[in-house]
């Protein structure tokens, strides 16, 4: 039977598809009960502080780092949405003179137009932020090289290979409202995808590729990066896929309620400690994934219930 067209672009597949007992079961989630939901392979972790938890998301980056050596180099991916962990990351490594060179770093993914990925000068290159919020930060004595730097451009195929390179200790990400991560979007709803979603098996077959991207995608990007101006914000990427995500030892999901709202948030912890993957919310396929790490601002999370305003 096929599932019912998406509230906001019935052109593509998104998480308004889904059965709505589903969605009503996420609203009712109450705080706690959301950070209840870890399960073996899948652990939810709340932090108190917004100063807390972005350390910690820092300190992910030096743990990866601290684990690497010339013999054995270790690596992180890491996003753009968020970003206030980033200088935290060059300020540990300077102020504890921590020697970070046999390090790696993925960008999870970068803007595409006019036929390639956009330049370091464009405002929204996620490279530029990289390199500005932490790269350019960390002491050239104790930095990687460039070549161990690496971001997905037009031509995917150095990014691919380059995670042959060093082992992913873990993945972060932030959620999008359209339930991303990276720029893993749900697909258009047109060839053998009509009538149903892909199936968890077949998107999950994807890897770093160029994307078109959903309609809530660019609006988001243009509420959070762009001032709201949506006609500035390219409408494809390249995106790290999930053949690399799961190539990662960990993915460590980073939400602090900017990115995402209450009842997304609690849609994928929901999905994935229950085991319910489905396309149409990329974000649940990491059900299957052996070790992920939802992380909250307690304040963050909000509330399901309406209120006027």
Known sequence: MTRRLSTVAPEWWDYTTLDEAILSDAAALTAEQLFGL?????AVKVYDTLEEFYLAEALEYIAAWQQSTDDNPVGICGPIGPTEQLPLVARIVNDLGLDVRSGHFW????????GKEVPETHPLSFARADRELCFDRIDAKLRMPDANI???KADVAPFVESWNAARCAVMQGGQGEVKHWAFNDPLPRKGAWVDEPPPPQEYRKLGTRVVELHPMTLIQNARTSGGGNVVGVPTQAITVGPQETWR???VSIWQAGCHDNPLGMRLTTLMISQQIPDSSVPMSLLADHPNVQFNF?????????TEMH
């Open 297 to 305: 601002y307690r304040h963050g999370v909000g509330s399901c219930e």
């Open 107 to 114: 960008g999870m993914d970068e803007w595409y137009a006019d």
């Open 150 to 152: 690496h971001f997905p």
């Open 38 to 42: 870890s399960r073996p392979g899948f």
């Open 248 to 250: 990662a030892e960990k």
